[in-house]
């Protein structure tokens, strides 16, 4: 026994490059519908943005060598899985769906700076065309 146990994610971070907060919050209020989070003072001075939506919260850093992330990736729960790749693909964002998990449908997306993003929802709360 290791006297410790997960009991959930907190938070992912993602890469930035600096002076790009008002793409991502165009992205991630604006499209998705998260809410931004006040930053620590401290914090706030490094640049960067908060948000959350339900469960899941997303901070994104500022980086100097911002490279966007093409295989790491949040993966993130949602219901309507359909419903957010409609209106992701209305936004102009490109949706590639997946089905190489069994027991899950899923699809891969990018936020506007190209961090790979996965967006899934288990196969028995789909309903299937």
């Given at each position: 026994?290791?006297?410790?146990?997960?009991?959930?994610?907190?938070?992912?971070?993602?890469?930035?490059?600096?002076?790009?907060?008002?793409?991502?919050?165009?992205?991630?209020?604006?499209?998705?519908?998260?809410?931004?989070?006040?930053?620590?003072?401290?914090?706030?001075?490094?640049?960067?943005?908060?948000?959350?939506?339900?469960?899941?919260?997303?901070?994104?850093?500022?980086?100097?060598?911002?490279r966007?992330?093409?295989?790491?990736?949040?993966?993130?729960?949602?219901?309507?899985?359909?419903?957010?790749?409609?209106?992701?693909a209305?936004?102009?964002?490109?949706?590639?769906?997946?089905?190489?998990?069994?027991?899950?449908?899923?699809?891969?997306?990018?936020?506007?700076?190209?961090?790979?993003?996965?967006?899934?929802?288990?196969?028995?709360a789909?309903?299937?065309?």
């Open positions: 026994m290791t006297g410790f146990t997960f009991e959930r994610l907190d938070h992912v971070q993602l890469d930035i490059p600096a002076g790009t907060e008002d793409r991502c919050r165009a992205f991630w209020s604006g499209v998705l519908g998260m809410t931004e989070l006040p930053k620590p003072p401290v914090l706030a001075a490094r640049g960067g943005c908060w948000f959350r939506g339900g469960g899941v919260e997303v901070h994104l850093g500022v980086v100097p060598d911002f966007p992330s093409v295989k790491g990736h949040p993966g993130i729960q949602v219901g309507s899985l359909d419903a957010l790749a409609d209106h992701l209305a936004h102009g964002h490109e949706v590639l769906w997946d089905t190489n998990v069994p027991g899950r449908r899923r699809f891969h997306a990018a936020d506007p700076l190209g961090n790979r993003l996965e967006f899934l929802e288990p196969r028995a789909a309903t299937e065309a």
